[in-house]
């Protein structure tokens, strides 16, 4: 089946949504033919979407009206693709834990990355926060502030700026250690723990590897100072619940801190931990405190516990 070409001029009611959503709207009643969301980011990615005549392969881009768009597709190709690894997340009111004109604080899913990689056809939070605010508000580019990160499989709490004067305040809490976080970790029990709260102190460098497989570790030399207080909450079955309560930063700090006193995550497989009953790393950014920077009124956030981190905890219980 040769290649076939669709094309849409955008409307006022297309303003503020994502490329994704727009063909997703669109382009199956076009063809004719089901196409599902991951056909159509698959589409995307393999550069077959034309913006006013520019190939785009970013599916986060939000739309404006009177815009062109071109799809090309190839039916047998689609077809026979298998499903894409990546699942587009899209923000919904209940993932705002907090907002009002200055900050907004959202609850990150596992999986999604907090900020734009080398891939920019995948989808990250900054990128769909901004989308969201687009088409909430009926804006074409909102300002969004990101001042710190959590890792992509990491759930939980992020502070995020909707204006630029508070951004000095913000980056302060932060850099001047104001805001304390709380995270959540499940873990495997060893036979012989006793330990209810320790801290871990020390200097924590790169190890091996670089990228993607970059592991971090305790160095002699160099490095940056790193401390993780950690407390158990919970002994569930074969299981611990642990909250840490980092006080610096770092690199994957609590991911290794708790494998060097032998207890890595479940799920970290990267720094030890097993996956036999995780689906990814088993760490949780569960609450965020600080003082807001413009009233310095306390504030004090949390994310509920996600449904896999839930499923993780019921299979510690029945061993």
């Known amino acids: 089946m040769p290649l076939k070409k669709f094309t849409l001029k955008t409307t006022e009611a297309d303003r503020g949504k994502r490329l994704d959503q727009v063909l997703?709207?669109?382009?199956?009643?076009?063809?004719?033919?089901?196409?599902?969301k991951g056909k159509?980011?698959?589409?995307?990615?393999?550069?077959?979407?034309?913006?006013?005549?520019?190939?785009?392969?970013?599916?986060?881009k939000n739309i404006l009206p009177n815009a062109k768009i071109d799809a090309f597709v190839d039916f047998e190709k689609l077809a026979a693709a298998g499903p894409g690894k990546d699942r587009p997340f899209e923000m919904k009111p209940c993932d705002i834990l907090f907002e009002d004109?200055?900050?907004?604080?959202?609850?990150?899913?596992?999986?999604?990355?907090?900020?734009?990689?080398?891939?920019?056809?995948?989808?990250?939070?900054?990128?769909?926060?901004?989308?969201?605010?687009a088409k909430r508000d009926g804006v074409v580019d909102p300002y969004v502030g990101l001042h710190h990160r959590l890792d992509r499989d990491t759930s939980g709490v992020i502070l995020l700026t909707k204006d630029?004067?508070?951004n000095r305040a913000v980056a302060d809490l932060f850099s001047e250690r104001q805001a304390q976080k709380t995270y959540l970790a499940l873990t495997a029990k060893p036979k012989a723990w006793d330990k209810k709260t320790w801290s871990i102190?020390?200097?924590?460098?790169?190890?091996?590897?670089?990228?993607?497989?970059?592991r971090f570790g305790a160095v002699r030399s160099g490095g940056d100072f790193a401390h993780t207080d950690f407390e158990v909450l919970e002994e569930v079955g074969a299981g611990l619940v642990i909250q840490a309560s980092p006080?610096?930063?770092?690199t994957h700090q609590i991911r290794v801190h708790l494998s060097e006193a032998g207890l890595p995550i479940l799920g970290d497989t990267h720094y030890g931990g097993s996956d036999a009953r995780a689906a990814r790393v088993m760490l949780h950014a569960w609450r965020l405190q600080f003082n807001h920077p413009v009233s310095a009124?306390?504030?004090?956030?949390?994310?509920?516990?996600?449904q896999d981190f839930s499923e993780c905890l019921k299979k510690l219980k029945t061993r």
């Open 40 to 60: 159509i980011r698959k589409l995307i990615v393999a550069g077959a979407v034309y913006l006013n005549g520019k190939r785009l392969r970013i599916a986060s």
């Open 297 to 306: 009124q306390p504030l004090q956030i949390e994310s509920p516990i996600p």
């Open 247 to 250: 006080r610096t930063g770092r």
């Open 164 to 166: 630029r004067q508070v």
């Open 201 to 214: 102190k020390n200097h924590l460098g790169r190890a091996v590897g670089s990228g993607k497989k970059a």
């Open 24 to 36: 997703s709207d669109w382009l199956p009643g076009a063809a004719s033919t089901e196409l599902s």
């Open 101 to 133: 004109q200055y900050i907004i604080v959202v609850n990150k899913p596992a999986g999604l990355p907090t900020q734009p990689t080398l891939d920019e056809s995948r989808d990250n939070l900054f990128a769909v926060l901004k989308s969201y605010i």
